[in-house]
């Protein structure tokens, strides 16, 4: 059964995702990153590229070549062809239609009301489907 994973309270999305992507990667997992729309996708592209001198996060979107040999796969269409299936992090606001066929998911909430209203609705349609959830309040000091 899918864990999922709700951190909260984050002020920027794209650099808290590339921190849990960089996190992950060093433990040798594939993940793939579900955006709301293309604008999105593409900004969180360049901050995958620019967020640390220091690490390579290698990626490319869904349905690219490369897709299967690439550890990050960033998506927008749920029904894209996926080959990896270890983690999601969810940035869409919506609940995921295929998000069971991942071993772990990432919900990452801002600080934005609606996207904390979505949230929280997402919380308790997991809850009431017995999925396993922890809830991370990302400190913002």
């Known amino acids: 059964m899918t864990q999922i994973d709700f951190h909260t309270n984050i002020s920027d999305k794209f650099l808290y995702t590339c921190?849990?992507?960089?996190?992950?990667?060093s433990a040798q997992r594939q993940i793939v990153i579900l955006s709301s729309n293309a604008e999105e996708q593409a900004a969180l592209d360049r901050a995958l590229w620019t967020f640390s001198e220091h690490d390579f996060l290698p990626h490319v979107a869904a349905g690219d070549p490369l897709a299967a040999q690439?550890?990050?796969i960033l998506a927008?269409?749920?029904?894209a062809e996926l080959p990896h299936h270890q983690i999601l992090i969810n940035l869409s606001g919506k609940t995921p239609q295929h998000f069971a066929r991942f071993e772990r998911m990432f919900e990452i909430i801002s600080l934005d009301a609606a996207d904390v209203a979505g949230g929280r609705e997402r919380y308790r349609f997991?809850?009431?489907r017995g999925y396993p959830l922890t809830h991370f309040v990302?400190?913002?000091v």
């Open 19 to 25: 921190r849990l992507v960089r996190k992950a990667r």
């Open 70 to 72: 690439t550890p990050i």
């Open 138 to 140: 990302a400190d913002n």
């Open 76 to 79: 927008v269409d749920e029904a």
């Open 126 to 128: 997991y809850q009431q």
